[in-house]
T-cell receptor, first 115, second 112 residues
Framework: DGGITQSPKYLFRKEGQNVTLSCEQNLNHDAMYWYRQDPGQGLRLIYYSQIVNDFQKGDIAEGYSVSREKKESFPLTVTSAQKNPTAFYLC??????????????FGPGTRLTVL | DAKTTQPPSMDCAEGRAANLPCNHSTISGNEYVYWYRQIHSQGPQYIIHGLKNNETNEMASLIITEDRKSSTLILPHATLRDTAVYYCIVRAGTGTASKLTFGTGTRLQVTL
């Protein structure tokens, strides 16, 4: 089955701990994205990556870090510097055709709760 | 990217067509109209997109007015599983990966 997987579905951490959220895709997509969603709100972009070993900050990158060592993987680390980390985190990916990035497909999300 | 305006909520009887409107009066020539939906506590699901022609796929139809200032997503035979928040997004076709700007969307409730 082709798709985007995120693990775990639910994650609980103590305040002050770093935590890494996994995102894997087997769609051979070039670009990958991380969004954050708070209750009743739209999605906000944290980081995105167009190619391996390259990534750019989105609108709310402070307190987060990413890596893109492989095309299919784009893990997100929520550091202790992120002031309000409790949220629903969504990973997405998109292909590239004739120089244009196509529609984004989303994973099922990880709900992070910091206690 | 141009702003979009959608009604906050709509109801639809199961088996009937659900017509979800979206206003994007400031859309520019190279901007596409995308529709996504999000079922509670799941990731958004891509539905359809178009530039100026009407589009249809296995999930829905997208009707874009001739002036491109508004569009309608049509779910031809709504089921209870179509209950979700539907987002209309306008985004330029671009050579740079960029964000999707999700507004507050339309909460569609499909009822028996």
């Amino acid at each position: 089955d082709g798709g985007i997987t995120q693990s775990p579905k639910y994650l609980f951490r103590k305040e002050g701990q770093n935590v890494t959220l996994s995102c894997e895709q087997n769609l051979n997509h070039d670009a990958m994205y991380w969004y954050r969603q708070d209750p009743g709100q739209g999605l906000r972009l944290i980081y995105y990556s167009q190619i391996v070993n390259d990534f750019q900050k989105g609108d709310i990158a402070e307190g987060y870090s990413v890596s893109r060592e492989k095309k299919e993987s784009f893990p997100l680390t929520v550091t202790s510097a992120q002031k309000n980390p409790t949220a629903f985190y969504l990973c997405a990916s998109s292909s590239r055709t004739s120089g244009t990035y196509n529609e984004q497909f989303f994973g099922p999300g990880t709900r992070l709760t910091v206690l | 990217d141009a702003k979009t305006t959608q009604p906050p909520s709509m109801d639809c009887a199961e088996g009937r067509a659900a017509n979800l409107p979206c206003n994007h009066s400031t859309i520019s020539g190279n901007e596409y109209v995308y529709w996504y939906r999000q079922i509670h506590s799941q990731g958004p699901q891509y539905i359809i997109h178009g530039l100026k022609n009407n589009e249809t796929n296995e999930m829905a139809s997208l009707i874009i007015t001739e002036d491109r200032k508004s569009s309608t997503l049509i779910l031809p035979h709504a089921t209870l599983r179509d209950t979700a928040v539907y987002y209309c997004i306008v985004r330029a076709g671009t050579g740079t990966a960029s964000k999707l700007t999700f507004g507050t969307g339309t909460r569609l409730q499909v009822t028996l």
